[in-house]
């Protein structure tokens, strides 16, 4: 069985700072991770994966993620958020036969002025 | 890169009306794809596995006799809602398992926004 719990359902930054939006995962076999982003009634776009190469894992729009396996955490870093950044951010793992995914709930990211 | 689409992006029909959702691989093949429901403010639940020429699968709590999937091609599955319900208002997402691509990554649809008056 694998879960995933993102510890925040929101978070909320001002442009300019930094981004931390977090996720850990339990999983039976060696997972791979994703970040996900949702900007409003669109489908979900890919920001970066982790699957068993490097641990510090750089995405798109400046986003990156670390997989440290002995905390179960696969958390999602930003140096500095910008507007357009204010989205619902998924953390997914995807392990075992059959390649299915799992979402966490969601981190809904609000960027202030 | 890979790319999805959905069919209608949105719809509103009336209660007891069946709606026809399609998802389409543009430029790969999908000899499986997955149907996710995402109601508002929440994370998407896998609904069921699409298996081009053969049945599909249903997870749990989900009436395979309400939500009718075909998948008749390696490019084409398709959900249909049968006899529509207000509680079926939702956005519903599709995903499409690249064949050829090594770690058989899944590309997402845009979503379709069903409304049920």
């Known amino acids: 069985a694998q879960s995933v719990t993102q510890l925040d359902s929101h978070v909320s930054v001002s442009e300019g700072t930094p981004v931390l939006l977090r996720c850990n995962y339990s999983?039976?076999?060696?997972?791979?991770l994703f970040w996900y982003v949702q900007h409003p009634n669109k489908g979900l776009q890919l920001l970066l994966k982790?699957?068993?190469?490097?641990?510090l894992v750089k995405g798109i729009n400046g986003f990156e993620a670390e997989f440290k396996k002995s905390e179960t955490s696969f958390h999602l870093t930003k140096p500095s958020a910008h507007m357009s950044d204010a989205a619902e951010y998924f953390c997914?793992?995807?392990?075992?036969?059959?390649?299915?995914?799992?979402f966490g709930g969601g981190t809904r990211l609000m960027v202030k002025p | 890169g890979a790319v999805v689409s959905q069919h209608p992006s949105r719809v509103i029909c009336k209660s007891g009306t069946s709606v026809k959702i399609e998802c389409r691989s543009l430029?790969?093949?999908?000899?499986?794809m997955f149907w996710y429901r995402q109601f508002p403010k929440q994370s998407l639940m896998l609904m069921a596995t699409?298996?081009?020429?053969?049945?599909?699968?249903?997870e749990q709590g989900v009436e395979k006799d309400k939500f009718l999937i075909n998948h008749a091609s390696l490019t084409l599955s398709t959900l249909t809602v049968t006899s529509a319900h207000p509680e079926d208002s939702s956005f519903y997402i599709c995903?499409?398992?690249?064949?050829?691509?090594?770690?058989?990554?899944?590309?997402f649809g845009p979503g379709t926004r069903l409304t049920v008056l």
């Open positions: 995903s499409a398992r690249d064949d050829s691509a090594y770690y058989n990554e899944q590309f």
């Open positions: 982790y699957t068993s190469a490097a641990t």
């Open positions: 999983s039976s076999y060696s997972p791979s």
């Open positions: 699409s298996n081009e020429g053969s049945k599909a699968t249903y």
């Open positions: 997914v793992v995807r392990s075992g036969a059959g390649n299915m995914l799992t």
């Open positions: 430029d790969f093949q999908a000899t499986t």
